[in-house]
């Protein structure tokens, strides 16, 4: 599996671990019901990551084959890196806000 499949399953995990202890607060689930929750929409930003990767790595892959034009590759991996670099500022933001949040006295 290629470096970057790698990195971007590991955000996959490490939001879906938020997303989780997010939810699993029995405050939270109630106030959750009437619209989307932070965990769907984290989840789902997750995925569309994942998704964006997969597709530039298949892209990549069909032009070495020589059946894909490489603006396309250029575009669709340009995109993923985008991508990506805006879910790592995500992730870095949570894990931020969590530190600060451990840190509030009781």
């Known amino acids: 599996m290629p470096i970057g499949a790698l990195t971007a399953l590991?955000?996959?995990?490490t939001a879906q671990s938020v997303a989780t202890a997010v939810t699993?607060?029995?405050s939270l689930q109630a106030e959750s019901t009437a619209s989307?929750?932070?965990a769907d929409a984290l989840n789902k930003a997750a995925g569309e990551t994942v998704s964006s990767?997969?597709?530039a790595e298949k892209l990549s892959v069909e032009a070495?084959?020589?059946g894909a034009d490489m603006r396309e590759?250029?575009?669709a991996v340009m995109?993923?890196?985008q991508t990506l670099r805006a879910a790592i500022s995500i992730r870095d933001k949570i894990v931020q806000s969590y530190l600060e949040i451990s840190r509030m006295p009781i």
């Open 10 to 13: 590991n955000l996959l995990s």
């Open 24 to 26: 699993n607060k029995p």
């Open 36 to 38: 989307t929750s932070f």
């Open 53 to 55: 990767m997969q597709n």
């Open 64 to 66: 070495l084959q020589g």
């Open 73 to 75: 590759v250029v575009d």
């Open 79 to 81: 995109d993923a890196e």
